[in-house]
């Protein structure tokens, strides 16, 4: 069965540094989301992409994000300088319509010291 | 107004027993309403989903009941299994914003053996 894949699985990384985390969506599916989880929080949405640009975007992400589909298979999400509270679980996830289930990956935490 | 409130935080279960969960929303605008299930250091996946047209769905031994009026529904899982210990999400999404879930606070699901 198709799934979402997303590396690494865990980034250390220090405060102030960029990070990028891979995603690999299902092949036919053309939305693609960005989820973050905070240690024993819900999940929050914090951008969706469709057809090379961003289709929504929540306060969360602000001006240190950004996301990209650098190729036909890749999609990315950056984070500029990272804060000690961006320390989370990101998920990516993909639809293959803007109207039907996103399919996770299994995550990628991100650990800013 | 976007919010999803979620209960209980957490839910212990006898093995073949009846879990209830439930969520409440505000926004009269969300039209499609997942649950996901996630386990320890996995990504969400969806479990059942429901849209306002019906109050109603089966899918094994899962069920959701949707009420509209109230803006409220719920899952339940008949006859509980251990394997069923999980944490368990509400969401809901509108269509033509983007579709971007917004979770419920989460329930933390134990079924004792």
């Known amino acids: 069965e198709p799934e979402v894949t997303q590396t690494p699985s865990h980034q250390v990384t220090q405060m102030g540094q960029e990070v990028i985390l891979r995603c690999v969506p299902i092949?036919?599916?053309?939305?693609f989301y960005w989820y973050r989880q905070i240690l024993g929080q819900k999940v929050e949405f914090l951008v969706s992409f469709y057809n090379n640009e961003i289709s929504e975007k929540s306060e969360i992400f602000d001006d240190q994000f950004s996301v990209e589909r650098p190729d036909g298979s890749n999609f990315t999400l950056k984070i500029r300088s990272t804060k000690l509270e961006d320390s989370a679980m990101y998920f990516c996830a993909s639809s293959e319509s803007g109207t039907d289930t996103q399919y996770f990956g299994p995550g990628t935490r991100l650990t800013v010291l | 107004q976007q919010q999803v409130k979620q209960s209980p935080q957490s839910l212990i279960v006898q093995k073949g027993g009846i879990s209830i969960i439930n969520c409440a929303y505000e926004n009269t605008a969300f039209d499609y309403f997942p649950w996901y299930q996630q386990f320890p250091g996995k990504g969400p996946a969806l479990l059942i989903a429901?849209?306002?047209?019906?109050s109603e769905k089966k899918e094994g031994r899962f069920t959701i009941s949707f009420n509209k009026s109230a803006k409220q529904f719920s899952l339940h899982i008949m006859d509980s299994q251990p394997g069923d210990s999980a944490t368990y999400f509400c969401a809901a999404s509108m269509v033509y914003a983007g579709n971007m879930l917004t979770f419920g606070g989460g329930t933390r699901l134990m079924v004792k053996p």
């Open positions: 429901i849209r306002p047209d019906v």
């Open positions: 092949s036919n599916h053309l939305y």
